[in-house]
């Protein structure tokens, strides 16, 4: 008699370790986020948003790259991401300034989660569908790191966030919604990365490097800050008549409007 479990139609289940070890690396990262800004340690709090960043891009090509890639691994990383880039973004901001602003500090919090958590939710189902060089709406990480860019940009020039509570709010706000809009903002996926650059351009990198390393938050603000107000400008220079539709809500008429302009172009 043959034993069940001998039987080789038996699929063995189980998940992959490597890229399911990378996305909870980044999950710790930002609920370390969210603890260091309960005990007031904001600076830790926002390097911590940018390793779960790191995490995040590294789980998804370790898992293509080893072939090891799995529905439960797609869906653990944006169980994930709603953590590290909505929810502790939103709760640093808040402990750091919003929670002196009563209800309405806490509503524009809540606003950063819902939008980042509708964001997710609406790449997951335009994978495989949506154009491949854009991004539709301003990318959770990208979203997160202009808040966590902020705080962290505050806590070394000595700010005192509750003195400009009103502003972080705002910036939250704008941040979140930026998320959920129709704006398009380049994926950088037409980048070849194994293409040869000449000598200079290694020099500027190395340049830049230095430069991140001294002045690390500034620069990651300029950064974020600016490629969070790329997506209007490119929509505006893109679309032949800017639309409600552009902006937000269904993108139907929006792409097919897309399309005609780049086959002008």
């Not at 479990?5 to 986020?33: E, K, M, V």
């Not at 903002?185 to 070849?192: A, G, P, Q, T």
Request: proline share 3%; net charge negative.
């Amino acid at each position: 008699m043959t034993n069940k479990s001998d039987s080789p139609t038996t699929t063995r289940r189980g998940i992959y370790l490597l890229p399911n070890l990378l996305t909870t690396a980044g999950l710790f990262s930002g609920f370390f986020a969210v603890v260091s800004s309960m005990n007031g340690n904001f600076e830790a709090a926002a390097v911590a948003i940018f390793v779960a960043m790191i995490f995040d891009g590294l789980d998804g090509r370790v898992a293509r790259m080893t072939n090891t890639q799995s529905e439960f691994g797609a869906e653990y990383d944006s169980m994930a991401d709603i953590v590290s880039f909505g929810v502790a973004p939103a709760l640093v901001t808040y402990n750091f300034a919003l929670n002196s602003l009563g209800k309405f500090g806490w509503l524009a919090s809540f606003i950063f989660v819902a939008c980042a958590a509708l964001r997710l939710a609406r790449f997951n189902t335009q994978i495989g569908v949506a154009d491949g060089r854009y991004f539709q709406g301003l990318a959770s990480p990208a979203a997160a790191a202009v808040i966590a860019a902020t705080v962290w940009t505050a806590v070394g020039f000595e700010i005192d966030g509750h003195d400009y509570g009103v502003y972080l709010a705002i910036i939250t706000v704008v941040t979140g919604l930026l998320m959920v809009s129709n704006f398009r903002y380049s994926s950088f996926k037409e980048i070849e990365w194994r293409g040869k650059v000449p000598f200079v351009a290694v020099l500027v990198i190395v340049l830049v490097f230095t430069f991140v390393a001294a002045r690390p938050a500034e620069v990651l603000l300029a950064v974020f800050g600016l490629y969070a107000l790329s997506g209007p400008i490119i929509t505006i220079k893109t679309v032949k008549k800017l639309k409600l539709e552009h902006v937000v809500g269904d993108d139907t008429e929006t792409d097919a409007d897309f399309n005609d302009k780049d086959k002008k172009d």
